[in-house]
């Protein structure tokens, strides 16, 4: 096999003090912290469509990007090559696990026939490419949002012959997600939304998004796929507004059509900024509600706007972030997948490496900040003693179910004004910065 990044080899973790910018000063895969290895607790994965499809095009210009991957006139030459070379870019960078859009694998041919054949072509090399390695699959999905007829959407399209041609999309990637071994698999509504409500019946096609849901989730019984199904919230883009806008949005759908059960979510850091909200509060969110299931690590830029899908590399958020998953028990089917993309000026391959070690650094001392957090345990307990009231007495009885409007109101005529206390902002973020 031919190999397509010859100045790289097997990124190694050499410690903080080292300078080399092709190793790790942070992450040791095998390092255990609070009981598991970090590449366990991390669970990082490489997403396709960004890391090797991606060639830096934009609204204003196309790709400019040449890979030696991409060097042939025939696509599924083109194909190959690419499977190739990400598991070789995977092996090098040593994470455990890869994503995928249907299409991104395997390129479209003229009917679905034809373009399914293609696909289990690729699936086939990917799979002995996964034995080869012991690379795992986080997640496969379907690209249901590129080709034209997708244009109006794909499960909340006006057509119903469209509808049908999206969900036999959507059969054919859950089977090969699971031949694939896949640990989930993740419905992104790409644009399942509207542009104008005007022309746009908004009631019937929450409806048939969550039929179509329902067909996958009996599907994925029938064929017995074991993988975590989630939903990837986002609020915009390219829709004006999508229906899966933001976690509390997709919980209350997923409880009103009972999907509840059958669903966690997959939490991207620039579609919560996109939402008016920041990562952490979408994975708090997924925290409280039991929803909490795997994550698109990347970051927005504030001052544009849009979902840059920039490599994530702030500190902070890596921190926070690690905070509530390890709050919350941990990844268990779910992973840090980098849906992220280098810049449109880092023309290099070799940028794809420094990207990609960057960000597992990144959230290494995140996760190492986290387990600060937690053994020492400060900030819990301040968060404790601030919601102490509820431990006993009045609060007791208000959470018990004990009281209601009228003891409440004998309560309050009794004991007069509440006694206020300071929310101590400050003194909480000057808490954090010590783990930092
Ligand atoms: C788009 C996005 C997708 C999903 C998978 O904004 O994040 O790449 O992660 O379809
Ligand atoms: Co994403």
């Not at 690379?135 to 057509?159: C, D, E, V, Y």
């Not at 090969?176 to 071994?181: D, F, I, K, S, Y």
Request: charged residues 25%; aromatic residues 12%; hydrophobic residues 40%.
């Amino acid at each position: 096999m031919a190999e397509y990044f010859p100045e790289v080899g097997k990124i190694a973790y050499e410690g903080p003090d080292s300078d080399n910018p092709l190793a790790f000063r942070h992450y040791n895969a095998g390092e255990v912290i609070m009981g598991k290895t970090m590449a366990e607790h991390l669970r990082f994965a490489v997403c396709y469509w960004h890391t090797f499809k991606g060639l830096g095009g934009d609204p204003f210009g196309p790709g400019t990007m040449i890979r030696n991957y991409n060097d042939s006139g025939d696509e599924m030459k083109v194909a190959e090559m690419t499977l190739e070379a990400a598991f070789e870019f995977f092996t090098k960078l040593g994470v455990g696990f890869w994503c995928f859009h249907d299409r991104d694998i395997a390129p479209e041919a003229d009917t679905l026939a034809e373009t399914n054949k293609r696909l289990d072509v690729i699936v086939a090399k990917a799979k002995k490419l996964q034995a080869d390695t012991g690379l795992k699959l986080l997640w496969g999905t379907t690209n249901a949002f590129s080709h034209r007829r997708f244009m109006a959407g794909a499960g909340t399209n006006p057509s119903p012959e469209i509808f049908a041609y999206a969900a036999s999309q959507i059969k054919k990637a859950i089977e090969v997600t699971a031949e694939l071994g896949g640990e989930g698999y993740v419905f992104w509504g790409g644009r399942e939304g509207y542009d104008t409500l005007l022309n746009t019946d908004l009631g019937r096609e929450l409806e048939h998004l969550a039929k179509l849901l329902q067909m996958a989730v009996d599907y994925k019984k029938k064929i017995g796929f074991e993988g975590q199904f989630y939903i990837e919230p986002k609020p915009k883009e390219p829709t004006k507004h999508q229906y899966d806008f933001d976690a509390g949005n997709c919980y209350a759908f997923l409880q009103k059509f009972g999907l509840v059960d059958d669903f966690k979510l997959n939490i991207e850091a620039n579609h919560a900024t996109l939402a008016g909200h920041d990562f952490h509060h979408e994975l708090a969110f997924c925290a409280a509600n039991n929803m909490l299931g795997s994550v698109d690590a990347n970051r927005g830029d504030m001052l544009l706007g849009w979902d840059t899908d920039q490599f994530p590399t702030n500190l902070y958020d890596a921190t926070l972030a690690m905070y509530i998953i390890l709050k919350s028990g941990g990844l268990t089917t779910g992973g840090l997948n980098f849906d992220a993309k280098v810049r449109r000026q880092s023309i290099d391959a070799i940028d794809l490496f420094y990207a990609h070690i960057g960000s597992m650094d990144t959230f290494a001392r995140g996760l190492k900040n986290a387990v600060k957090m937690i053994e020492d345990g400060k900030l819990e307990a301040a968060v404790k003693a601030r919601y102490g009231g509820w431990d006993e007495g009045l609060g007791k009885k208000i959470e018990s179910g004990q009281a209601g409007f009228e003891e409440l109101e004998v309560y309050t005529l009794e004991n007069g004004e509440p006694e206020l206390k300071s929310g101590r902002q400050e003194l909480f973020e000057n808490l954090l910065n010590e783990y930092i």
